[in-house]
């Protein structure tokens, strides 16, 4: 083996200069990209987070069972204590005047493991076994009545404590009469009884807290961290690729069952919408292009309508205003479409202004005359509303000029109609309600419920159907809305709403 295949890969010397990627300055970034693979993370994912917690539980676990147990142990072994010196109290009684000799008296303090006995009563303590010289004052432990929190305390104060410290412990007497029994022992026994007591019992918990925990985690796991992979995984894909196959839902009851159908079913309608979005976008796209090549051939047309217009002959003159008409028609429907098929409208540039001043502007353009339709102003006094001046002056002049079209085709034609458009405006509830109000026939009900979708026409012969359309998309772009209040052979009231 030669001395370039006995070096790993990435870091052989290089045969030909002109690969930057194996040249010796690219070795520190290489390195640097190892490192930072193989550096330790912080857990970020459910299934670690959920080990974390399932550690922690089930040492929370083992401690409330630890700690009770210590309680008990110190308890049973102060028990076994006290009822070991109350026998050797019934046979230091049983000798004649209760008299016992130094070794019986230490041979029976052997066998209790005591230091002292006292006797109470009927309020009279009888010692029986003599305490000796202690360094420390003994601790008081009274058996029989003892709340919770001291059980609970005494053993960490013996694992604690210190070494010279020793118990009188009391408690009621089992095997003779008397009020109480009251041992001295050292607690220097019981420490090192409760320190291996403890050690196995930890060793135990944590044993049935490790093989719970891990049963808990692995039922966890499968329950519920699988299947939210596998969600996790098909939201993944699909949004890397909405066109990919979806994954077969489980057939599961549970929640995450019904989670896995409706994210495919979800999935699929993001699907039918993105295709019908590029069939739709494709078709604008043809439209646009034909609505170009029609409005050169409109032009045209109205050209040569403009020729025929100094023809003497009379058929030519009686056709030729209806043919205006249709061109007229025509041009503004190609003109329409090609402005409603914008991606969007620009964002309205808000400004303070009065509304009496756009009402009048917007009448002027919609048509609106003393002699025919006529405006009526129902508003307060120097009252503003906060929009764009441009796309107000829109949605205003779209609502008075259907408003106008309406009442003039019911009265048998252009400029043979009189009527009133009444524009109201009030403050509610921090919004600008904007009324727009005509006496007209009514929009029919079968075309109310669908005013507002694009090629929907409520008005005369001229309209294109997406003034309103267009209006609405104005109004929400201000964060307001418009909207149809009523309609019917006594007039129809549109409201835009504004916030202030």
Known sequence: MTEREALPTGLQTPMAPATPARTPAALPARWSALRRRLKPRAPDGLSSRL???????????????????????????????????????????ALPYSAVEDSTAEQLLSIGGVQSVVIGEQGVRRLLLQAPNLPRAPELIDL???????????PWKTLFGHPDRSLRVQAAPRYRSGDLIEILAPAQPLKKELESFLVNSLMMSLLIAAVAGGLLYAALSMLVLQPLRRVTRSIERFAANPESPAETPSDRKDEIGRVERELARMQEEVRQSLRSRARLAALGEAVAKINHDLRNMLTSAQMASERLS?????????????????LGRASTLARNVLAYGKTEEPAPQLQKMLLA????????????????????????????????PDQLHRILVNLMRNARQAIESAAGGLNK????????????????????????????????????????????????????????????????????????????????????
């Open 51 to 93: 080990l974390l917690l399932t550690v922690a539980f089930t040492l929370a676990v083992a401690a409330l069972i630890i700690v009770p147990s210590a309680a008990s142990f110190q308890e049973r072994w102060l028990m076994d204590r006290l009822q070991a010196a109350e026998l050797a109290s019934v046979g230091v009684e």
């Open 357 to 388: 001043r756009a009402v009048a502007a917007a009448a002027e353009d919609a048509g609106l005359e003393p002699d025919g339709v006529r405006l009526v102003r129902d508003l307060p006094a120097r009252f503003t509303v906060n929009a764009d």
């Open 310 to 326: 100094t023809s003497s002959d009379p058929l030519v003159a009686t056709a030729l205003p209806r043919l205006e008409r249709a």
């Open 144 to 154: 029989r009545q003892r709340s919770v929190g001291a059980r609970l305390l005494d």
């Open 417 to 500: 109609g009189k009527g009133a458009i009444t524009v109201s405006a009030e403050l509610r509830d921090g919004m600008a309600a904007i009324g727009v109000r005509d006496d007209g026939p009514g929009i029919p009900p079968r075309l109310a419920d669908r005013l507002f979708e694009p090629f929907v026409s409520g008005g005369g012969a001229d309209g294109t159907g997406l003034g309103l359309t267009i209006s609405r998309e104005l109004a929400a772009n201000h964060g307001g809305a418009l909207v149809l209040l009523d309609t019917g052979p006594q007039g129809t009231r549109f409201e835009l709403l504004l916030p202030q």
